[in-house]
T-cell receptor, first 114, second 111 residues
């Protein structure tokens, strides 16, 4: 079945370090891919998305490229800030059928130290 | 401001009680969803509704019930049949097959 695999956390970085959070997926059909962010005690916020192969989603300095050949959607940021500390979820949605179901990875906790 | 509201933020339930979690949206979205989040896990779909007066079971519907009498509202009832209800519950909405947007969540604890 369809699934998403994320690197396990926590990921601990110093401020201004480069961030990569790996995400790979298994899906039938042609999924759309998403990164959501969850700050402590809050709901999920959409960070970025990509709907077809080679698309690059970007927002707030974060980027992710939809790589069909490697079934990946890794999240990157060139210089993290303390305020980026949160849990990051990779998710996919497969078109077709009666549902708009999202399939989530288990989340990766990012802790940025000053 | 448009958005999704959930209430209450924290909810405590005694064993054997039913409780209802509220979800309201003013985004004019047709579809609404309920997810459950447990520590160290991703979100799992409980129920979803694509139009008023219609809803479908998700992956973990047992012990839960929903209604969709209005477009703006999609309340979730956690029944006494749910054996392990302590979790963080998230409501989401979307324009049919488009991107889902989430509310702030309700944390339910069974005493």
């Amino acid at each position: 079945g369809d699934s998403v695999t994320q690197m396990e956390g926590p990921v601990t970085l110093s401020e201004e370090a480069f961030l990569t959070i790996n995400c790979t997926y298994t899906a039938t059909g042609y999924p759309s891919l998403f990164w959501y962010v969850q700050y402590p005690g809050e709901g999920l916020q959409l960070l970025l998305k990509a709907t077809k192969a080679d698309d690059k989603g970007s927002n707030k300095g974060f980027e992710a490229t939809y790589r069909k050949e490697t079934t990946s959607f890794h999240l990157e940021k060139g210089s993290v800030q303390v305020s980026d500390s949160a849990v990051y979820f990779c998710a996919l949605r497969v078109y077709g059928g009666a549902t708009n179901k999202l399939i989530f990875g288990t989340g990766t906790l990012l802790a940025v130290q000053p | 401001d448009g958005g999704i509201t959930q209430s209450p933020k924290y909810l405590f339930r005694k064993e054997g009680q039913n409780v209802t979690l509220s979800c309201e949206q003013n985004l004019n979205h047709d579809a609404m969803y309920w997810y459950r989040q447990d520590p160290g896990q991703g979100l799992r779909l409980i129920y979803y509704s694509q139009i008023v007066n219609d809803f479908q079971k998700g992956d973990i519907a047992e012990g839960y019930s929903v209604s969709r009498e209005k477009k703006e509202s999609f309340p979730l009832t956690v029944t006494s049949a749910q054996k392990n209800p302590t979790a963080f519950y998230l409501c989401a909405s979307s324009i049919q097959q488009d991107t889902q947007y989430f509310g702030p969540g309700t944390r339910l604890t069974v005493l």
